[in-house]
């Protein structure tokens, strides 16, 4: 079974400082992989996803995420943050079940506080 | 177009009362999800829909928890004889129909359950 690990619960980032929350993963194969953010109170969007071939990924509001294979890593960047970044990070791992649909893993989440 | 749309946004109930949570898909999307997201943690699967039949109930934590979906459109997921563990927020989800394990999952907002 997939597992992934968010081992930041809680990062602060001053605005316009450049930004990496780390995410390790646990797969057998090769794994699709998603970053999603969560803002207060509204559910969670979809930053970016990885499923194959360029192994850096660009997502929206200037994101972006590298897979590597030899870490199990699929950490999220961005070079300068804004005050509306703050929010909450699930890393998740998904794959499919014999069943027949996606079974996604998410992680336990990292907070960003964005201060001036 | 419209997202997935959840009812009611909160809820507060006693211990021992039944609760209904109600979940509206986007349109054409065959694929229904719903995860429970306790405090401080990750969101946990609860049971998947392929149309109106539930491949995977594996993640539901008791049988005090069902769920339904029909016209391959609106879910509902029960509780009955709510406890105090039972307090988290509840996430719906919708996809287009795959087996690749690659298609996107878009979140509703949930709904924040309070068991007093």
């Known amino acids: 079974a997939q597992s992934v690990t968010q081992p930041d619960i809680h990062i602060t980032v001053s605005e316009g400082a450049s930004l990496e929350l780390r995410c390790n993963y646990s797969?057998?194969?090769?794994?699709?992989l998603f970053w999603y953010v969560q803002s207060p109170g509204q559910g969670l969007q979809l930053l970016l996803k990885?499923?194959?071939?360029?192994?850096l990924v660009q997502g929206i509001k200037g994101f972006e995420a590298e897979f590597k294979r030899s870490q199990s890593s699929f950490n999220l960047r961005k070079p300068s943050v804004h005050w509306s970044d703050a929010a909450e990070y699930f890393c998740?791992?998904?794959?499919?079940?014999?069943?027949?649909?996606?079974?996604?893993?998410f992680g336990t989440g990292t907070k960003l506080q964005v201060i001036p | 177009g419209a997202g997935v749309s959840q009812s009611p946004s909160n809820k507060v109930t006693e211990k021992g009362k039944d609760v209904e949570l109600r979940c509206d898909p986007i349109?054409?999307?065959?694929?229904l999800y719903w995860y429970r997201q306790r405090l401080g943690q990750g969101l946990e699967f609860l049971i998947y829909?392929?149309?109106?039949?539930?491949?995977?109930k594996s993640g539901l934590p008791s049988d005090r928890f069902s769920a339904e979906r029909t016209g391959e459109s609106v879910s509902t997921l029960t509780i009955q004889r709510t406890q105090q563990e039972d307090s988290a927020v509840y996430l719906c989800?919708?996809?287009?129909?795959?087996?690749?394990?690659?298609?996107?999952?878009?979140f509703g907002p949930g709904t924040r359950l309070l068991v007093l």
């Open positions: 989800a919708s996809s287009l129909a795959g087996t690749s394990g690659q298609e996107t999952q878009y």
């Open positions: 797969y057998g194969a090769t794994p699709y």
């Open positions: 990885y499923f194959s071939g360029d192994t």
């Open positions: 998740a791992v998904g794959a499919p079940d014999p069943g027949g649909y996606q079974k996604v893993t």
């Open positions: 349109s054409g999307h065959t694929a």
């Open positions: 829909f392929q149309g109106n039949s539930a491949p995977d």
